[in-house]
């Protein structure tokens, strides 16, 4: 009866047991697929990057901020991958399924860590 009263406060995760909730390290090991894709594509335009070329090198930056702890903030990925956005832009149909998972993890993310 007393526990009506009282909300149990949540359960705090470590940071490895957020990661693995929020698919941290799937997300990452997709970037690299991603980043690998985008380095086959030249030119292009999106709103966002003058060219793939552009992309890819702001995508290889964004990697190593998160994998060294540098960058905690993931929302510039869910505007780089949002459908029709500058991954849809830049590498088209061929990367369809990389992206819409990439993406799909992001927002994930972002619309159960907002404040």
Not at 2 to 31: G, Q, T
Not at 63 to 75: A, F, K, L, T, V
Not at 80 to 106: H, K, M, Q, S
Request: aromatic share 16%.
């Amino acid at each position: 009866m007393i526990k009506r009263f009282f909300k149990e406060k949540p359960e705090r995760l470590s940071k490895v047991e957020y990661w693995k909730k929020w698919e941290f390290f799937e997300l990452v090991e997709d970037l690299h697929k991603a980043e690998k894709l985008l380095a086959e594509f030249k030119g292009g335009y999106s709103n966002q990057f003058d060219s793939a070329q552009d992309f890819h090198s702001h995508l290889v930056d964004f990697i190593n901020d998160i994998e060294y702890g540098n960058r905690i903030d993931i929302s510039e990925l869910w505007i780089w991958f949002a459908p029709t956005c500058a991954w849809d832009d830049l590498v088209g149909l061929v990367g369809i399924e990389i992206g819409n998972r990439i993406f799909e993890r992001v927002d994930n993310w972002k619309n159960h860590n907002s404040t």
